[in-house]
């Protein structure tokens, strides 16, 4: 036992004599948190809050133009801000200079246009159904047009969204003036109203189910998305640490020492196991917690915590054994400690862009999507979500269980083979 | 005192896997108990491979080593506990401090703790590192790292203590404790199996050696029996005579 203990003592002793690795494996992590938590955040807000910020050029001359901003607003998928004062041809640097994405301009012309469109059509239904209709009411005016101007970074399924919402609203207000003017025409514009609050309450309603295991509903955002997959990220760093540890105890010949010795080399293996699976625990522990507490109060989303505690700590477990383990396979195969600094650093950085680390891997092409599932990164990220977002089960769990599973048998395997090519076991 | 075998080696031979030629060729020597015996020989010549052969580091391709304490067989982990190596390199944490190593590689010998922290403390203070005992190694002189790496291989006291190239590169005065310390284990009964190339060293030190050239044991037996009967004025004028004046890289 005390052999046991003086080994991880050792173990520990070590990795606190490391000050940059330490840093690290623990500043970094929070840094990365923090920053890319913030930057991301806005970006989350849009797709997640619905509030998309809108300029709004509102130069109609009647009242339809005023109704569509009020839908608009009544939306609550926008948040409207109206410069009626500014030319059209200003717009566009307005929108720029505001850092807005999107605008729309409402002509002069919109409520005439749109009244002189209906007049039109319900003159025609008189006439088709043999109905006497006063042609000298139907004004003729051109049919208006919209304006919508958006950001050239905005993605164009994003626009094309917001048009569509527009567009729907368009359609009400034409289907409403479109009743009021045959109703009136046919001299019962009284009535209109009924049919008109008919027919806005009887619609196909679409009902909105998120597809959770839980009751609970955990809403993807840049905390519930970036917390996780930067300690991830951290804890696959600690490479550089360990991997050039191992390096340098194989190097200066202390392996080889300790086969002089009456012990396993796989007592200094368990030990090394033990303090960076502790570390890489304490780096979660850390991390989250600054998800939890943190994060909150200087205005970012809370970190929602699953309510599954075991399951939690199992892939907490599995994440740690394999980012160790991937260390051992590192700094038994390198040949120097600069080798195992670079290539692990770099390698960490691949997997973890590959592995849906840096931007989430559904955004990603079918091909890296693929490619994902090659990383390590990516099945620990994976767990997490499963936990964090889907509310997810044991069951759910079983795959990322076995990929990393496999992956620390592979790194295993791979680290004893090659100690026992240098003879050191 | 019991001065029989202490290690027996018959017949060793070594060689790497993708090597020509061997790196031992049919060594047979015997190392008595109490002996400091030097494996002696230029660059290349074998003493390390010997050396790790002898200390369980690398198997042999050929051959058998036995080794007694007391006239009794010792093999296995009894045979690891009564046997100290010390490499040539500084094998030890250099991040760490002298005490912090001792602890380490004493409980890998399976000391206990207190009997660890008795031995530590007169380890320190035999190799003059008391006052450095919780510095960090880094930081120390290659004198002080050499005693350091010493201090390691004597934690368990030793009954056979294999020292590779123990002075190389250190200073008048640690070499000279180095030395002194051993003199001393040894008039304890502690068996030292060194290789060197200070041959005046060597020749203060050693009561018996092996000269040993191109993976062969060229000349073997008591310090001054080689030298009268090869008509040596030193060890130096013998390993000359014997290995010949080319270089050896």
Redesign the interface.
């Known amino acids: 036992m005390f052999k046991i203990f003086s080994s991880i003592r050792k173990e520990f002793f070590l990795l606190v004599s490391d000050k940059v690795g330490l840093a690290l494996m623990f500043v970094m992590p929070l840094l990365l948190v923090f920053i890319i938590t913030i930057i991301q955040d806005s970006a989350y807000k849009i797709v997640n809050e619905n509030e998309i910020p809108m300029l709004v050029v509102n130069h109609d001359e009647g009242n339809q133009g005023n109704k569509l901003l009020d839908l608009l607003i009544t939306s609550r998928l926008f948040k409207i801000d109206t410069l009626n004062a500014l030319p059209e041809k200003a717009l566009k640097k307005e929108l720029l200079a505001r850092g807005k994405m999107i605008a729309l301009y409402i002509p002069p012309n919109f409520t005439n246009g749109l009244e002189s469109n209906t007049g039109e059509i319900s003159h025609m239904m008189m006439r088709d159904l043999g109905l006497e209709a006063d042609s000298a009411s139907v004004k003729t005016a051109k049919m208006p047009s919209l304006s919508f101007y958006h950001d050239p970074v905005l993605q164009e399924n994003y626009s094309a969204s917001v048009m569509g919402v527009v567009d729907s609203y368009l359609g009400m207000i034409e289907k409403s003036m479109m009743i009021d003017r045959i109703y009136k025409d046919m001299e019962i514009g009284a009535k209109s109203e009924n049919l008109n609050q008919k027919m806005a309450v009887n619609r196909v309603k679409i009902n909105q189910i998120v597809a959770t295991n839980s009751n609970s509903v955990a809403v993807p955002n840049s905390t519930q998305h970036n917390v996780p997959a930067w300690t991830i990220f951290a804890m696959f760093f600690m490479v550089v640490s360990l991997g050039s540890n191992i390096v340098k105890e194989r190097v200066n010949g202390s392996f080889l020492r300790l086969k002089t010795m009456p012990t396993s080399f796989m007592l200094v293996m368990f030990s090394k196991m033990v303090v960076y699976v502790l570390v890489a625990i304490l780096q979660v522990a850390l991390t989250f917690s600054i998800g939890v507490w943190i994060l909150p109060k200087i205005g970012l989303p809370e970190l929602t915590i699953p309510t599954n505690f075991p399951a939690f700590a199992a892939v907490v477990l599995i994440s740690s054994m394999a980012a160790v383990s991937y260390a051992l396979l590192i700094g038994s195969w390198a040949k120097t400690q600069e080798q195992a600094n670079g290539f692990g650093a770099i390698s960490i950085i691949i997997f973890g862009a590959i592995g849906g680390i840096l931007v989430p891997a559904f955004v990603m092409p079918e091909y890296m999507q693929f490619a994902s599932n090659f990383s390590p990164l990516h099945w620990c990220l994976e767990g997490f979500y499963i936990l964090f977002l889907k509310g997810g089960s044991w069951n759910e769990l079983r795959w990322v269980m076995l990929f990393l599973g496999v992956f620390i048998l592979i790194c295993q395997l791979c680290t004893y083979i090659k100690l026992r090519i240098e003879k050191i076991i | 005192m019991y001065t029989g075998p202490s290690i027996q080696i018959e017949n060793v031979t070594k060689r790497y896997k993708s090597a020509q030629e061997d790196s031992l060729s049919h060594v047979n020597l015997q190392i008595n108990e109490a002996d400091v015996y030097g494996l002696l020989g230029p660059n290349g010549a074998g003493k390390t491979t010997l050396i790790s052969i002898l ?4 198997p042999p391709s050929e051959g058998n080593i036995s080794y007694y304490i007391g006239g009794v067989g010792i093999s296995g ?2 045979r ?2 009564r ?1 100290g ?1 010390v ?1 040539q ?8 401090t002298p005490r ?1 190593n001792l ?8 000391l ?2 207190a009997d660890l922290s008795v031995r530590i403390d007169a380890l320190l203070y035999e190799l003059g590192l008391t006052k450095v005992a919780d510095k ?1 190694v880094s930081t120390f002189s290659g004198g002080m790292k050499r005693r350091v790496n010493l201090a ?1 291989g004597l934690i368990h006291k030793p009954a056979i203590l294999f020292l590779d190239e123990p002075t190389v590169g250190v200073d008048v005065q640690s070499k000279n404790a180095i030395i002194k310390y051993l003199e001393e284990i040894n008039r304890a009964g502690t068996t030292i199996v060194y290789t060197s190339h200070h041959m005046s060293e060597a020749e203060e030190f050693c009561n018996r050696i092996a000269l040993i050239d191109h993976g062969k044991v060229v000349a073997e037996g008591g310090m001054n029996e080689l030298l009268t009967k090869n008509d040596a004025s030193s060890l130096q004028d013998l390993f000359i005579k014997l290995t010949g004046e080319e270089y050896r890289d």
Request: with cysteine.
């Open positions: 200390c369980g580091i690398i982990n009894e690891k506990s046997m190596f490499p390199e500084y094998a030890f944490y250099q991040e760490l912090q602890d380490y590689f004493g409980a890998m010998y399976n206990s703790k960090e390691i």
